[in-house]
């Protein structure tokens, strides 16, 4: 079993940036593809940017070119850098990790991400 514990959500002004954070609880983080998937009021989920365990990284057209994933093996860590934020990025931001040897899928508890307009 692995837990995944988000922290750096906040409230943010429009044109601001947050930086979130995500550590898990395992030895053998580099096997897992991490990601970050938000999910606003009413609306479903939604992924937002992927990493793999190889460092290829996707992300929702949404937030090309304001967001960065990024991942520290030696931490167990991904983060998700947002910038130039918009009132439509406001959402609960969750992590997921996928193992890419189980397919076992773990997911956070989320983390409320507010951006003010």
């Known amino acids: 079993q692995v837990q995944l514990v988000e922290s750096g959500g906040g409230l943010v002004q429009a044109g601001g940036s947050l930086r979130l954070s995500c550590a898990a609880s395992t030895t053998i983080f580099s096997i897992f593809g991490m990601g970050w998937y938000r999910q606003a009021p009413g609306k479903q989920r939604e992924l937002v940017a992927q990493?793999?365990?190889?460092?290829?990284?996707r992300y929702a057209d949404s937030v090309k070119g304001r967001f960065t994933i990024s991942r520290d093996n030696a931490n167990n860590t991904v983060y998700l850098q947002m910038n130039s934020l918009k009132p439509e990025d406001t959402a609960v931001y969750y992590c997921?990790?996928?193992?890419?040897?189980?397919?076992?899928?773990?997911w956070g508890q989320g983390t409320q991400v507010t951006v003010s307009s």
């Open positions: 997921n990790a996928r193992s890419r040897i189980t397919y076992a899928t773990y």
């Open positions: 990493i793999t365990s190889g460092d290829t990284t």
